[in-house]
């Protein structure tokens, strides 16, 4: 016969290795499997899309290139997210990127322009479901 006193020991150890399993496993695979979701759900930073490869170092420390670039990203941003909510069609879009483009002529031919450009295809295409062919993005920055 059990006693109640070796019942409740067994069932008492029984929980702390059910415990210390569960507690493992959550560290080691638990772990992993919210950070696959979280990085699903993460959306790409402006840097990341358009500074794919590292500038040098003069070209990191030109302040007066930077700023030009870091409005016209702003705008770049602001202009796509309320096309988006406009539902604006791809040829209007198209023209008003054009138009801010030309805005900022310094950054045609610099070092950030293949950056704005492949920003654009993603900003464009996340915000507002309209995907630019690699021609229709370098006609936009001819004047």
Known sequence: MISWTTYAMWLGLGLVIYYAVVVFFFKAKG?????IKRKA???????????KG???????????TMA???????????????????????DELSDRL????????GTKGSIYQNGITNLIEVIAEDQCGIHFSAEE????WDE
Do not use: C, W
Not at 98 to 105: C, I
């Open 31 to 35: 772990s992993s499997i919210l950070r």
């Open 41 to 51: 759900v993460e959306k790409k930073a402006v840097d990341d899309v358009l500074f």
């Open 54 to 64: 590292k500038p040098t170092v003069q070209e990191s420390n030109d302040v007066s």
């Open 68 to 90: 030009p670039v870091h409005s016209l990203v702003d705008e770049l941003q602001a202009l796509v997210n309320q096309a988006g909510k406009e539902k604006m069609e791809k």
């Open 98 to 105: 054009k138009t801010l483009l030309n805005k900022y002529p």
């Open 137 to 140: 993005l370098s006609a936009m």
